[in-house]
């Protein structure tokens, strides 16, 4: 039951598989292999791309970590120097409106002593006037009688209103 098979089949077997070695050595394998190997190599430069690659985007990832910190440090900066030129405007305002609120004091002051002088010279100037009439009115009535000279300053005085 065993199928032995003949030397003759054995032979032409082996001359058939002889020149199909003959043949895939000479036309097949130099082709398959400059395809295996050109395939090698493009995998290899595939790898070496992919790793490089993936250090330059190591690379990336570190320097936007250190771009989103230098950001926010200079975010704070600024927000830092807008907090303080909000206080140097706020101070500036503090004191100019001091200034003017006491130039305007100041001003007001020179004024009312100014008013206050005018009236302190018309009430004087009054007063010279009040005093000549009076001095005038006691000319022409007796000089000789004394009381009643004293009686016409009383009267004179108490119809005076200083206010």
């Known amino acids: 039951m065993f199928l032995i098979p003949d030397v003759g089949t054995i032979f032409w077997m082996s001359i058939i598989f002889g020149i199909t070695i ?31 690659a993936e250090t330059k985007i190591e ?3 570190n320097e936007q970590k250190r ?19 909000r206080e140097l405007i706020i ?6 409106a001091t200034q003017e609120t006491q130039k305007l004091i100041s001003d007001a002051s020179a004024q009312i002593k100014s008013e206050r002088e005018k009236a302190i ?3 004087r100037s009054q007063i010279a006037l009040l005093s000549i009439d009076i001095a005038s009115k006691l000319i022409y009535t007796e000089m000789d009688d004394r009381v009643k000279q004293m009686d ?3 009267k004179l005085v108490e119809k005076v209103d200083l206010n």
């Open 22 to 52: 003959f043949v895939l050595a000479k036309y097949a394998w130099k082709p398959l292999i400059s395809i295996l190997n050109e395939r090698e190599k493009a995998i290899s430069t595939a790898l070496e791309s992919a790793s490089e």
């Open 59 to 61: 690379f990336l990832r």
């Open 152 to 154: 016409l300053v009383k």
């Open 67 to 85: 771009i989103v910190t230098q950001t926010q440090l200079e975010k704070e900066r600024i927000i830092k120097e807008a907090s303080e030129q």
């Open 91 to 96: 101070q500036e305002a503090k004191k100019r």
């Open 121 to 123: 010279l018309e009430v």
